[in-house]
């Protein structure tokens, strides 16, 4: 009887891994489909990075309903910056017919579509001509848990800390500033930095900025950085910092796009 018990859970576990082996090797095929699909109307040059979140994927497949996609691609070439980084996350995505590997056509139904545009600290400080520029969020607020950051872990959009070199202004040595960031011009894609003041103390560059230098160095971390568009033209709703980048991020819900979207610019 024992031995009758034992060879059936093993035949149980059998199965069972092989239906999980089965339903993992299925994800990642639909994933691979999906990056070239992306990459293929976009004209990039690589394939992004596809997740379809979610157990089990066959369920969702056969549904043709996907819980939640993420897609991400670094080093996108951007006729203003030079490179930038585009995410999307997908939430509840409704195939709307189409087949469950998602082909160049699909017109996806998305219960909510969260789109990031994300420009790191090198190529900020190239289009700024602050060549050692480093991006940080803003200092924590003591009275605020969460440091002042949205859900996807972007700070907010006043106190900045630029950190760099303002060699454009006459100054040879690093300084840290407190910047603003807001969006304006059409389809609010132009992120607008605003420096505010000079940063000293623990945590910054801690260089003091002589009183006659102070206008030059201020309006050196001041620009305008026009062409950031969303992933699927989602419109933005916070800008600020992550890690050391700069992201635009924007939300929305109830919309139907085809992934050929996913670059704008």
């Known amino acids: 009887m024992r031995r009758l018990v034992i060879g059936f859970?093993?035949?149980?576990?059998?199965?069972?891994?092989?239906?999980v082996s089965a339903d993992f090797g299925a994800a990642i095929y639909a994933e691979y489909r999906w990056a070239r699909t992306v990459r293929t109307a976009n004209d990039l040059g690589f394939d992004p990075w596809v997740s379809i979140l979610g157990f089990p994927f066959t369920t969702q497949a056969r549904n043709h309903r996907y819980r939640e996609v993420e897609i991400r691609a670094g080093g996108v070439a951007?006729?203003?910056?030079?490179?930038?980084?585009?995410?999307?996350?997908?939430?509840?995505?409704?195939?709307?017919g189409s087949s469950w590997l998602v082909g160049p056509d699909a017109k996806l139904q998305v219960g909510e579509l969260e789109?990031?545009?994300?420009?790191?600290?090198?190529?900020?400080?190239?289009?700024?001509?602050?060549?050692?520029?480093l991006?940080?969020?803003?200092?924590?607020?003591?009275?605020?848990?969460?440091?002042?950051?949205?859900?996807?872990?972007?700070?907010?959009n006043h106190g900045v800390v630029f950190t760099g070199t303002p060699s454009s202004a006459g100054f040879d040595k690093k300084v840290s500033v407190s910047v603003d960031l807001s969006l304006t011009g059409?389809?609010?894609?132009?992120?607008?930095?605003?420096?505010?003041?000079i940063l000293t103390g623990a945590g910054t560059a801690d260089q003091?900025?002589?009183?006659?230098?102070?206008?030059?160095?201020?309006?050196?971390?001041?620009?305008?950085?026009?062409?950031l568009k969303l992933p699927f033209?989602?419109?933005p709703t916070s800008e600020g910092a992550r890690g050391s980048?700069?992201?635009?991020?924007?939300?929305?819900?109830?919309?139907?796009?085809?992934?050929n979207g996913f670059r704008q610019s």
């Open 9 to 19: 859970v093993a035949a149980v576990m059998t199965l069972v891994v092989g239906a």
């Open 78 to 96: 951007h006729p203003v910056t030079g490179r930038v980084s585009l995410e999307s996350t997908l939430h509840a995505v409704d195939l709307n």
């Open 115 to 133: 789109s990031r545009i994300i420009v790191d600290s090198t190529h900020a400080g190239r289009f700024m001509g602050i060549k050692d520029l």
């Open 135 to 156: 991006v940080e969020a803003p200092p924590k607020d003591p009275n605020n848990a969460i440091g002042g950051k949205t859900e996807s872990g972007i700070s907010d």
């Open 186 to 197: 059409e389809n609010n894609s132009t992120l607008v930095v605003t420096a505010t003041g």
């Open 208 to 227: 003091a900025v002589p009183d006659d230098q102070r206008a030059a160095v201020i309006a050196a971390f001041s620009t305008r950085i026009p062409g």
């Open 233 to 235: 033209g989602v419109a």
């Open 245 to 259: 980048d700069v992201i635009i991020e924007g939300i929305t819900t109830g919309v139907t796009i085809a992934l």
